[in-house]
């Protein structure tokens, strides 16, 4: 009997958190589609990650493009119609765009927030995830027991200098996927976030104060060490599992407990 051909779709796996599930993700037999958005000064490092990627001997195929443009979106599901050509569908859907302005709210000598901050935010960080579902549902590419994750952090609850409107985002991307969950749930779909701890990513280290938030959070973390990435694939992995499948519209956190105190 032919194994089953399962495809995992991430957006924005060139890096941090969506580069370790899609590696995780292919050494368990996933074939990979990833979306990420880089510059070319970065094309030979990627290029290394994704050759490696590969190397477990599953499909590959990334899109250089802008995840939130909607005609950009429109030509990636075409072609990645094209490329199952019947022969599977997405089973899981990961979405790991972190694009948002990490301006103060108040300040005398920065720029500071405005209503576009925000928008631009919200749309990358957050609605682009049901722009993405409700896509691939419509063109008839998920499968019966598709998996949706979203990462979000704990500047859910917390507030952190510069952080505000990231946080914001958070929390609509958390309101989203328990909406997901219940909405999209009589097609199969299951939707989480993962709430990881403090992980050293090009994204993190973009936050105004990261080395005080870093060493915070090793301080107050009982396994006295920052989150990997790694530690957060695994539990995508987990996620993607037919154990998993009663799990859905909840946020699971990732952080070795480093909340917890």
Known sequence: MASE????????????????????????????????RDRRADEDIIAKE??????????????????????????????????????????????SIAKGSLKPMQSKNENT???????????????????WTKDLVNAGLCAADTRIIAFTSEGNTKTWKHYAAVSVAKVALEALVRNIALEFASIGIKANCIQAGVTETKSFAMIPGHETIKAHAIDRNPNN??????????????????????????????DGGESLQ
Not at 60 to 71: M, R, S, V
């Open 113 to 131: 927030l405005n209503h576009q901050d925000f928008q631009i935010t919200i749309d990358a960080m957050a609605l682009s995830l049901y722009d």
């Open 50 to 95: 994704f050759k490696n990627i590969s190397s477990f001997k599953i499909q590959f195929k990334a899109f250089n493009a802008d995840a939130l443009k909607t005609a950009k979106r429109a030509l990636i599901l075409k072609e990645i119609a094209s490329l199952l050509n019947n022969n599977g569908s997405i089973n899981v859907l990961v979405h």
């Open 5 to 36: 051909v399962k495809w995992a779709l991430i957006l924005g796996g060139s890096s941090g958190l969506g580069l370790a599930s899609a590696k995780k993700l292919a050494r368990h037999g996933f074939n990979i589609i990833i979306v990420h």
């Open 225 to 254: 060490r920052l989150t990997q990435p790694e530690d957060v694939a695994d539990v995508v992995y987990l996620l993607t599992t037919k154990e998993a499948k009663w799990i859905s519209g909840t946020v699971i956190k990732v």
